[in-house]
């Protein structure tokens, strides 16, 4: 944004269009890979983006980083703690509104037949191809504009900060909030806000713990919080359905 003096609303664009391609692109030689294998390899290429970013010195100064100026959308600049505050629950509220229309629609439903049966779903006449490279460029496309935010939030850019570590952070979101759940992705976001400030002197440890975490979780609670949020509600209350584990969790 400083070098190109770029405006921010187009950095945030560009940002997720373009991690939006990159998935497309890594979604074509994964269409083949399921569950583990597809963890793996999608791992994988976080250590390779990583040693990227560190060896593009000229492009993101390296080990270095870089300092990155406040945002400013129509003529606001959200230089303090509040005005970053709303600005990240406007465009959270938008990216989490837009994905629950998405999995609502036709597109979110040829992502969950894939999810179930992937044979019946092709005899359904869904494209499994095309739909499987969708799913890669739209998660993408929603970690580049995060990722653009976090650099506006933060005011600084390491690529250091985006480790293996920070994978499995995300892994854990996910799992621990609950599969296939928008409320879950966000539980699961809250509880590693607080959970770090808990783990702070365990240093090289944390790993570990979030690992035990992840494996309590699936023994104990596979549905994730937001699961066992809708099984509570559906037993006590009558309200809702009771979760069902998603039959392919590697999708």
Excluded at 98 to 111: E, K, T
Aim: charged letters at 10%; a positive charge.
């Amino acid at each position: 944004a400083e070098r190109w003096q770029w405006p921010s609303l187009l950095c945030l664009l560009a940002a997720a269009l373009f991690t939006g391609l990159v998935g497309y692109l890594l979604g074509l030689p994964c269409l083949r890979l399921s569950g583990l294998y597809l963890a793996m390899a999608t791992l994988g290429f976080t250590l390779i983006v990583q040693e990227m970013l560190l060896q593009l010195a000229v492009l993101t100064h390296g080990s270095e980083g870089m300092k990155v100026a406040p945002a400013s959308l129509l003529g606001l600049t959200f230089d303090s703690d509040a005005r970053k505050y709303y600005l990240l629950l406007v465009v959270t509220a938008a990216m989490l509104l837009f994905a629950r229309n998405l999995v609502r629609g036709r597109l979110g439903r040829a992502f969950l037949a894939i999810r179930d049966n992937e044979r019946a779903a092709a005899a359904m006449g869904v494209n499994l191809a095309r739909y499987k490279t969708i799913a890669f460029a739209v998660s993408a496309l929603y970690t580049g504009l995060a990722g653009a935010l976090s650099a506006f939030i933060v005011g600084f850019l390491d690529p250091q900060e985006f480790s293996f570590f920070l994978s499995i952070q995300f892994i854990t979101i996910i799992i621990l909030g609950g599969l296939a759940s928008l409320l879950g992705s966000v539980l699961g976001a809250c509880f590693l806000i607080f959970l770090p400030e808990l783990l702070a002197g365990l240093d090289v440890w944390q790993a570990l713990v979030y690992g035990l975490i992840m494996v309590v979780t699936i023994l104990f609670m596979p549905f994730g919080l937001s699961g066992a949020l809708r099984r509570y509600a559906f037993r006590w209350f009558g309200i809702g359905s009771e979760p069902m584990i998603p039959r392919r969790l590697g999708h």
